[in-house]
């Protein structure tokens, strides 16, 4: 069993940066972030499996980092340059059954998700 918590959203102006994270409980080797905007599809950030390199979308690429802190069992995704587009709620993901991808939007775990606005 894994359980997700985030934390670090809210709302900035474009341009501005977020730190998100998320706590997590239970073993994985599999963990990621998505986000998923009103009347859009869920999105695919970024990836983490086991300790290779990360894997990133195309909307994250250059301006997120994900990175992980085992000491304090915490997942981050550091979001600079942020758009009015990158307006969306965003959750911290584990365990992809096999498949750990961005494409992957059936991963097992999923935290209650921390709400992200960007705007002027």
């Known amino acids: 069993q894994v359980t997700l918590v985030e934390s670090g959203g809210g709302s900035v102006q474009p341009g501005g940066s977020l730190r998100l994270s998320c706590v997590i409980s239970?073993?994985?080797?599999?963990v990621g972030w998505f986000r998923q905007a009103p009347g859009k599809e869920r999105e695919g950030l970024a990836t983490f499996d086991n300790g290779e390199n990360p894997v990133y979308g195309d909307s994250a690429k250059g301006r997120f980092t994900i990175s992980q802190d085992h000491a304090k069992n915490t997942l981050y995704l550091q979001m600079n340059s942020l758009k009015p587009e990158d307006t969306a709620m965003y959750y911290c993901?584990?365990?992809?059954?096999?498949?750990?991808?961005?494409?992957?939007?059936?991963?097992?775990?999923w935290g209650p998700g921390t709400q992200v606005t960007v705007s002027s």
């Open positions: 993901v584990a365990d992809g059954g096999g498949y750990c991808s961005i494409w992957n939007t059936a991963f097992g775990y």
């Open positions: 239970g073993l994985t080797h599999c």
